[in-house]
């Protein structure tokens, strides 16, 4: 299931991109998604976050009352024209469910806008489609925080 997104910031492309992978940034999104707990790490152009969140009433049976997300973020250096290529990839642990796509970040007259392309695929035969159409609004909430959560984030530093 495809799950595009487009997110508007008010600041520059270059300090856009290093708050997607600036530790802070993701303890910011934790406290937005009503993380438990938000630990990361930095690999190669970019940053790992892993969140102890809330499960959704859809998996709870599942996972429990919380629910592990790993997330990804990792982003090319930037274009002559100040846009670059990324990748974001985020899981589920216990659960075969992934949302992956390319990061495209394009400088605007205001600032910039991301856009995401994910594929959210759901592998568990028979109940993988029922499970990807309740957690499209789940996921696509969870990207919208980084837009609302970004740009107070960069408002203040």
Request: with cysteine.
């Amino acid at each position: 299931m495809k799950i595009p997104s487009t997110l508007t910031f008010t600041h520059p492309g270059d300090r856009v991109a290093d708050m997607f992978v600036n530790p802070d940034f993701a303890l910011h999104v934790g406290k937005e998604v009503d993380a438990e707990n938000v630990t990361t790490s930095q690999i190669d152009k970019g940053l790992t976050s892993v969140f102890t969140i809330p499960s959704p009433d859809s998996v709870r049976k599942l996972l429990g009352p919380t629910m592990t997300v790993t997330e990804t973020v990792t982003w090319e250096a930037p274009r002559p024209d100040g846009s670059r290529r990324g990748r974001m990839t985020m899981s589920v642990t216990g659960m075969p469910a992934k949302t992956d796509g390319p990061l495209t970040l394009t400088p605007t007259a205001t600032g910039c806008v991301v856009d995401y392309d994910a594929e959210f695929m759901v592998r568990i035969p028979l109940f993988g489609k029922k499970i990807e159409d309740m957690a499209q609004k789940y996921l696509t909430q969870i990207i919208s925080a980084c837009e609302r959560v970004g740009n107070n984030w960069l408002n203040s530093n």
